[in-house]
């Protein structure tokens, strides 16, 4: 029977966390922790934003296949717990993911059909430039190399089954929030029980 999945990405600075928190403030949503190697940053929480781990034990991990998707972000790992989702599904959750292209493309070839993906970004380069600099947490040659790294994201648009460009926020918030209503409302494995309880 279909799950209810969908996997977010684009470049970093075009509003993926706002957007996603949208979807999180509706019922029956799961959001998926990444498991990571890279050291804490100030405000954040364990178990909230990351599961933050030592390499070696994510390395561990990782032998014994507890992860959907892993991958090595410069000198960080970073990974996606398999045992919470399956539980998720198993209660007729929306999963919800936030990863890049690569973990898109790992989590659709383990789903197929049932992960359903949107890609987020802003019209052109300038604009994500922009935001970049507006948050004023990266320096120059930090914000050019994500603007690198947005280019060669944007190459598997393709690949997405949405796509949101983040003009104005009200408007791509009510587009994906819509996006997940849907999924929500796909046919999952609880008719049985519908079926039992409706007689």
């Known amino acids: 029977m279909p799950k209810a999945i969908l996997i977010i990405s684009g470049p970093s600075g075009c509003g993926k966390s ?5 979807i999180l403030k509706l019922p029956n949503v799961y959001f998926s922790i ?21 390499k070696d034990e994510f390395l561990k991990q990782v032998q014994e296949g ?24 198993d209660e007729n959750k929306l999963v919800v993911f936030d990863v890049d292209v690569q973990g898109h493309r790992d989590i659709k070839q383990y789903f197929r059909d049932d ?12 604009i994500l430039k922009s935001r970049l600099k507006n948050r ?3 320096d120059d040659q930090t914000i050019e190399f994500r603007l690198m790294q947005a280019f060669n994201e944007m190459q598997h648009l393709q690949t997405f ?20 209503i849907s999924l929500l409302y796909r046919n999952t494995n609880q008719n049985q029980k519908l079926l039992e309880n409706w007689n």
Do not use: C, M
Not at 18 to 22: C, D, K, P, V, Y
Not at 66 to 89: C, R, S
Not at 163 to 178: E, F, G, M, R
């Open 18 to 22: 706002t957007l996603t928190n949208e």
């Open 115 to 126: 992960a359903k993906s949107v890609f987020i970004t802003t019209k052109n380069k300038e």
């Open 161 to 180: 089954d949405y796509l949101i460009i983040n003009d104005d926020i009200q408007t791509a918030s009510k587009a994906i929030v819509s996006i997940a």
């Open 34 to 54: 990444s498991t990571t190697t890279r050291p804490k940053r100030d405000g954040e929480i364990d178990g909230v934003h990351y599961h933050f781990v030592k």
């Open 136 to 138: 004023q947490t990266d």
């Open 66 to 89: 507890n992860f959907l998707e892993w991958a090595q972000v410069h000198n960080n790992y970073y990974g996606t717990g398999l045992e919470p989702i399956l539980k998720a599904l």
